[in-house]
């Protein structure tokens, strides 16, 4: 079975301040690995996906498999960062989606 | 903001009947999903489905049914046997596996409250 953990219901910073949503998983195999987000009034939309290896808005997130990490990071959080965000696993081959049960992530001014 | 549509917005029913919520997609994507999104549970996976005329359960299918008669739509009906119907669901379509990517598109959402 897989499952994805994220620990954190909400996380609030400032302004300037760095972030790190955490995101863990279980999946025997080789997953991948998404971050999905749910701005105030808008759809949910894929942030990054692992295998990219890229940054969206500032955010990385790096596929730890001793760990079984994927956590979200932003060095400089800004106030239209604020959002819920849901880690999302697919399993090798086709495979539907387990998401965590998400972080809002609230930045103050 | 095109590509996946989910109709009504609101949605209001009397316990004991049955409801169904609409989704197209004018993507050409093969694939398409129901979720239930309810605070502090995440997303859950009702139903999908990779091929016309073709689905499968997720895991919190019961109470619920789907048909996939078109590549384009993929309604749910939520039945007086779903317990506790009153969420928010979600439609998303996705392309086929072997593609670039297993990138899932999302709709605005359906609210349905069940009295």
């Known amino acids: 079975a897989q499952r994805v953990t994220q620990p954190e219901k909400l996380l609030s910073v400032f302004k300037g301040a760095p972030v790190e949503l955490k995101c863990n998983y279980s999946?025997?195999?080789?997953?991948?690995l998404f971050w999905y987000v749910q701005y105030s009034r808008q759809r949910l939309q894929l942030l990054l996906r692992?295998?990219s290896r890229e940054s969206i808005k500032g955010f990385t997130a790096d596929l730890n498999k001793g760990e079984t990490s994927f956590h979200l990071k932003k060095p400089f959080a800004q106030e239209e960062d604020s959002a819920m965000y849901y880690c999302a696993l697919s399993g090798s081959g086709y495979s539907t989606l387990t998401f965590g049960k998400g972080t809002m992530l609230l930045v103050s001014p | 903001d095109g590509g996946i549509t989910q109709s009504p917005k609101y949605l209001f029913r009397k316990e004991g009947q049955n409801v169904t919520l609409s989704c197209e997609q004018n993507l050409n994507h093969d694939a398409m999903y129901w979720y239930r999104q309810d605070p502090g549970q995440g997303l859950r996976l009702i139903y999908y489905?990779?091929?016309?005329?073709?689905?499968q359960k997720g895991d919190i299918a019961e109470g619920y049914s789907v048909s996939r008669e078109k590549k384009e739509s993929f309604p749910l009906t939520v039945t007086s046997a779903q317990k506790n119907p009153t969420a928010f669901y979600l439609c998303?379509?996705?392309?086929?596996?072997?593609?670039?990517?297993?990138?899932?598109?999302f709709g605005p959402g359906t609210r349905l409250t069940v009295t």
């Open positions: 692992h295998i």
């Open positions: 489905s990779q091929i016309v005329n073709d689905f």
């Open positions: 998303a379509s996705s392309s086929t596996p072997g593609t670039d990517s297993y990138e899932q598109y």
């Open positions: 999946y025997s195999g080789s997953p991948e």
